[in-house]
C-alpha cells in the first residue's frame, strides 16, 4: 500500500485564495481526520469522518475552512478565501476504526498564505 | 477531560546514550496511550501503543514505553541513542471506551550529538 496520499505537498498562495488540499486514504481505512501543525498550536483535529460521513468538525475554526469526502478513496479540505494566519502544515490521517487504531499520517501539505 | 503533558521540548543525548523522553496524561477513565515519531517534513509514524495487558510495551527501533498508572505517565526510553533517532516525538492519549479524539502532546525534539 502507498500509506496516505496527500496533495500538494507545498503551496504557496496570496491572501484571499482559494486553497484545496486534497488525500488519499489507505484502502480499507474508514476513518479520516485532517489535522493542522503550527508551532504555536501544535496538532489540531479539524474535522472527523467515519464512513465518508462527517462526525466531528467542532476544530474547524471558522467558515472559510471546509472539508468534504465524496466518497471513501478521497477527502478535500478546502479554505476559501485564505488568510496568512492560516499558513501551517495539514496532514491527512486514516484508521481502520475510528478509536484505537493506529493513525497512519500522510506526508502533509504545507501551505503558505502571503 | 484528558491531557499530555510532555516535558522538555527540546532534549540532546550523545550517541550511544540513554534516550528518556518524559510523558504524563490525565484520564478520567483507562487511557490508550500512544508515542508517534516525526521525522523532518514527514508525517507522523506509530513507535508504540498500549491499549491493555502487559505494561511495558515495546516499538520499532528499540524504544519501548512504560505504562504507570499510579504516576499517570508513559515514558519513552531507549538504551542506546543513534544518530537516526533525531527527530520529534508526539505522546498522545485517547479514551479505552472508544473515542476517535486523540490528544497529542506538544512535542520533543531528540537531537542526537556525536
Known amino acids: 500500500d502507498a500509506g496516505v496520499i496527500q496533495s500538494p505537498r507545498h503551496e504557496v498562495t496570496e491572501m484571499g485564495q482559494e486553497v484545496t488540499l486534497r488525500c488519499k486514504p489507505i484502502s480499507g481505512h474508514n476513518s479520516l481526520f485532517w489535522y493542522r501543525q503550527t508551532m504555536m498550536r501544535g496538532l489540531e483535529l479539524l474535522i472527523y469522518f467515519n464512513n465518508n460521513v462527517p462526525i466531528d468538525d467542532s476544530g474547524m475554526p471558522e467558515d472559510r475552512f471546509s472539508a468534504k469526502m465524496p466518497n471513501a478513496s478521497f477527502s478535500t479540505l478546502k479554505i476559501q478565501p485564505s488568510e496568512p494566519r492560516d499558513s501551517a502544515v495539514y496532514f491527512c490521517a486514516s484508521s481502520q476504526q475510528s478509536w484505537a487504531n493506529v493513525l497512519t499520517f500522510g506526508a502533509g501539505s504545507r501551505l503558505t498564505v502571503l | 477531560a484528558q491531557s499530555v503533558t510532555q516535558l522538555g521540548s527540546h532534549v540532546s543525548v550523545s550517541e550511544g546514550a540513554l534516550v528518556l523522553l518524559r510523558c504524563n496524561y490525565s484520564s478520567s477513565v483507562p487511557p490508550y496511550l500512544f508515542w508517534y515519531v516525526q521525522y523532518p517534513n514527514q508525517g507522523l509514524q506509530l513507535l508504540l501503543k498500549?491499549?491493555?495487558?502487559?505494561?511495558l510495551v515495546k516499538g520499532i527501533n528499540g524504544f519501548e514505553a512504560e505504562f504507570k498508572k499510579s504516576e499517570t505517565s508513559f515514558h519513552l526510553t531507549k538504551p542506546s541513542a543513534h544518530m537516526s533517532d533525531a527527530a520529534e516525538y508526539f505522546c498522545a492519549v485517547s479514551e479505552a471506551s472508544g473515542t476517535y479524539k486523540y490528544i497529542f502532546g506538544t512535542g520533543t525534539r531528540l537531537k542526537v550529538l556525536a
Open positions: 498500549y491499549t491493555t495487558g502487559a505494561t
